[in-house]
């Protein structure tokens, strides 16, 4: 059989099974449910997941066509190297989502600047998707205060500017002082110059939210990022219906 053969019994067999498709209509139940599935499977190089949840790495099988929008929504600004905010209710699967970006994303800057090792072999490195709360940002920062055997604040501070995909959870959980609003506004800038994307999800709604956020912060979302708003049925409390 050669290859004009071949396709035109391709192009038969597809035409077949469109003809024998069912209508939207007639589809039955857990066939319609199935096509608003996402079962989550890396499609690219994989870069190290530091710090996600564990809880987060055992939920596979994802439904609801609310979540898969907003999936693909923070997917694209993710993949641009842009800012997420990911705001609403607990129990939304926004933690979910930035998992889910972290296994899938081809990210803009994956590995670090080729070195050389043993003068002889050049080696690269990847960089990481590193997921971590608002607090412990400063309560690492702080930790190193006066302890010479503690990573250092700039050594902390280059460790979330350099990851490939930084996830900032309970992004409003913080004092809100001088200090921490400089140190986030800091680290989201030096990301924002290296195109490297970040992700902050919260609890507040948008305009609550927003009013934590330095104005710099908010000017870069509004240039290269957006906001995804996770306000559908809570996924706990379903399981306890």
């Not at 994307?197 to 000017?219: G, R, V």
């Amino acid at each position: 059989m050669n290859e004009e053969q071949q396709a035109a019994k391709l192009l038969a067999n597809l035409d077949a099974l469109i003809a024998s498709a069912p209508d939207d209509e007639e589809m039955p139940a857990f066939a319609q449910n199935a096509t608003s599935t996402l079962i989550s499977t890396p499609q690219r190089v994989i870069t190290p997941l530091v710090g996600f949840p564990e809880r987060h790495k055992r939920n596979l099988e994802l439904f609801g066509s609310e979540w898969q929008e907003a999936y693909r929504k923070a997917l694209s600004i993710v993949e641009a190297g842009g800012i997420v905010i990911a705001f609403g209710k607990r129990g939304t699967g926004k933690t979910q989502i930035a998992y889910e970006i972290a296994r899938n994303a081809n990210f803009v800057d994956t590995h670090y600047p080729r070195t050389w090792k043993d003068g002889f072999h050049l080696h690269t490195n990847l960089r990481s998707c590193l997921y971590i709360k608002a607090m412990d940002i400063f309560i690492d920062l702080k930790n190193g205060f006066g302890r010479p055997n503690e990573p250092s604040e700039k050594e902390v501070i280059n460790k979330l500017i350099d990851a490939a995909f930084l996830v900032i959870d309970e992004a409003h959980v913080r004092g809100e002082t001088k200090y921490e609003d400089d140190k986030l506004t800091h680290i989201i800038d030096k990301r924002y110059d290296a195109m490297r994307a970040t992700m902050l999800i919260t609890n507040l709604e948008k305009k609550d939210f927003a009013a934590t956020l330095s104005p710099s912060i908010l000017s870069r979302i509004a240039e290269i990022g957006g906001g995804i708003e996770c306000n559908w049925q809570s996924y706990r409390t379903k399981k306890t219906i």
